[in-house]
Nanobody, 123 residues
Framework: QVQLVESGGGLVQAGGSLRLSCAAS????????MGWFRQAPGKEREFVAA????????YYADSVKGRFTISRDNAKNTVYLQMNSLKPEDTAVYYC????????????????WGQGTQVTVSS
């Protein structure tokens, strides 16, 4: 079992930055691939970024490539999402997820989910 708790969301102006954190409980965190997803009002949840258990491979949606960076600290059981050059269309609830398939963009392949953190980007 893995429990995930996101933090770091908030209100930011366009062009600004935020860093999301996802703290995981459980000794097996380092074995899991991790992902970030987001869901805007009225839209389906979409893949944002993923990182392999060893952090040697990262994956990004085209819409965030070059602006967002995913990283993890297995010693702290935490995965991060650094978001730069934020745009109003990045406004969404952001979720972190844990699973066994590195880099997958399918939310159905993640086994554990956090409760989400709201990110709002004003124009």
């Amino acid at each position: 079992q893995v429990q995930l708790v996101e933090s770091g969301g908030g209100l930011v102006q366009a062009g600004g930055s935020l860093r999301l954190s996802c703290a995981a409980s459980g000794r097996t965190f380092r074995n899991y691939a991790m992902g970030w997803f987001r869901q805007a009002p009225g839209k389906e949840r979409e893949f944002v970024a993923a990182i392999a258990w060893s952090a040697d491979m990262t994956y990004y949606a085209d819409s965030v490539k070059g602006r967002f960076t995913i990283s993890r600290d297995n010693a702290k059981n935490t995965v991060y999402l650094q978001m730069n050059s934020l745009k109003p269309e990045d406004t969404a609830v952001y979720y972190c997820a844990a699973g066994w398939v590195p880099g997958t963009r399918l939310d159905s392949e993640y086994d554990y989910w956090g409760q989400g953190t709201q990110v709002t980007v004003s124009s």
